[in-house]
């Protein structure tokens, strides 16, 4: 009789440990849907690069001017699941150099390495995967024409289980995937514009939105403002809602992500700084329709506990 | 009993007055500083959008002005330890963790607001040139100094 439970026992841990590596395998984009990309072109490609923030965090840690193009990583992220360390991903031998476009795409839109490993979500991809496939053929272009960096970056530090890199996949089955965030009934042109620059390269609901405890993000909160991802702080409701951005204009927020500066002149701070050094960059009417976008979505409460 | 809350009410009697003599509440002192360079940006500031016209008085103005108050923040008056909390501050504990580093950050700040106004820009080009300049220091020292709340 014990035997008989025994073997059930592990029959069963087996069968859930089997369930385990299935449903958490990593899965990569249809090769068919990258085929289909025209070869990159790095101009419009800088121009995503921008968009997507990646010196934000792959520059090396208090770089400024031209040296924000050195991709070198080692920037950390400290948070409640342990410090996460930003890759090199310049192109050379030490940062992403051997890759494919194809690596980068899956990378990009599926947090899948070369590899076969899950990215941390740290790295958002989440974002991302909302992008269009030729953006990132043009990204790829131009990442190729930047400095290359020999740094090796340090190992993330993560508490268990987090550390448990294959868990990811369960957790991408709750919270990765390509479709919009919301609709926005009668979207002009500028709208869809801002819609896609917001919700994919731009990345802005990873740290504008509240997120459970274990990092998915409340889509029905979207852009309420949350708790400071790292560190102390909070970072603000960017919807119309309490303490949010109700009595902006679309030019004051097209200005504060141009020039830093908010309607009543306070400046932005925290890493909102190194957004809006990327965000000079873009072209006026991308922080037009980013601007229109904000304003056109659902207004929420704040997205952490009153201050 | 009397004189032995005197005794104890004298430590507090005297923090209360050494600290009105001195002048204080930094915390008070600074947001309304941060606040008055505010206004004086947002003189200058659409005149570097293109919504105002340039003019060089104006313009010459309001760099003073700012220059006048950029010199005025003194990181061991104004953010002295003890006021790290309290009173709604939203200045990050790294002014305290790394103070020769804020205190650089605040140094270079008050050279570029002191060179604008040297500069007395007399068109609008040399104008957007200075403003940018100095107006960099403000997300500079905000993204590691300053910390939001709301």
């Known amino acids: 009789m014990i035997r008989k439970l025994l073997l059930l026992v592990i029959v069963a841990a087996l069968g859930g440990a089997a369930g385990f590596w299935f449903l958490s395998a990593p899965s990569r984009v249809d090769p068919a849907r990258l085929a289909a990309a025209a070869p990159g072109d790095a101009g419009r490609g800088e121009r995503v690069f921008w968009a997507g923030g990646c010196a934000s965090c792959h520059a090396a840690p208090g770089a400024s001017g031209d040296a924000r193009l050195v991709l070198a990583g080692g920037h950390e992220l400290v948070t409640p699941f342990g410090t996460f360390v930003t890759p090199n991903i310049s192109p050379s031998a030490k940062g992403i150099g051997s890759w494919s476009f194809e690596d980068l795409a899956n990378a990009m839109l599926a947090g899948v390495s070369p590899d076969g490993r899950h990215y941390y979500p740290a790295f958002p991809y989440t974002s991302y995967a909302r992008m269009q496939v030729q953006d990132i053929a043009d990204l790829y272009a131009y990442l190729k024409t930047l400095p290359p960096s020999d740094n090796v970056a340090a190992d993330h530090r993560l508490r268990f289980p987090y550390s448990v890199r294959r868990g990811l996949g369960l957790w991408k089955r709750l919270y990765l995937s390509s479709d919009p965030v919301l609709t926005v009934a009668g979207a002009s042109d500028a709208i869809k514009r801002g819609q896609y620059l917001v919700e994919g390269p731009g990345h802005c609901g990873e740290c504008h939105t509240p997120r459970n405890a274990i990092g998915g993000v409340d889509k029905s909160r979207w852009l309420a403002g949350a708790k400071a991802p790292e560190g102390k702080g909070v970072v603000p409701n960017i919807t119309g809602g309490e303490g949010g951005i109700g009595s902006w204009s679309e030019k004051d927020i097209a200005y504060a992500l141009e020039s830093g500066f908010t309607p009543d002149f306070d400046s932005l701070g925290g890493s909102m700084t190194d957004v809006v050094l990327n965000m000079a960059h873009l072209e006026p009417a991308d922080r037009a329709a980013i601007a229109a976008y904000l304003k056109a979505i659902p207004a929420h409460p704040r997205g952490f506990a009153a201050p | ?150």
């Open chain 2, 1 to 150: 009993m009397k004189r032995l809350i005197a005794f104890a009410a004298a430590p507090v009697l005297a923090i209360a007055v050494f600290s009105a003599a001195a002048g204080a509440d930094p915390i008070a002192d600074r947001q309304a500083l941060m606040k008055d360079q505010g206004k004086a940006v947002g003189s200058l500031a659409p005149i570097a959008k293109g919504e105002k016209p340039f003019d060089a008085a104006a313009v010459l103005a309001a760099l003073s002005k700012l220059n006048e108050d950029a010199q005025k923040i003194d990181p061991a008056a104004l953010f002295p330890a003890g006021t790290e909390t309290g009173g709604e501050t939203t200045a990050s504990p790294k002014i305290w963790e790394d103070n020769a580093g804020f205190t650089a950050a605040v140094n270079k700040y008050k050279a570029d607001a002191a060179a604008a106004a040297a500069a007395k820009p007399q068109d609008l080009a040399s104008f957007k040139l200075a403003f940018a300049q100095v107006s960099q220091n403000c997300g500079a020292c905000h993204q590691t100094y300053r910390i939001k709340k709301n």
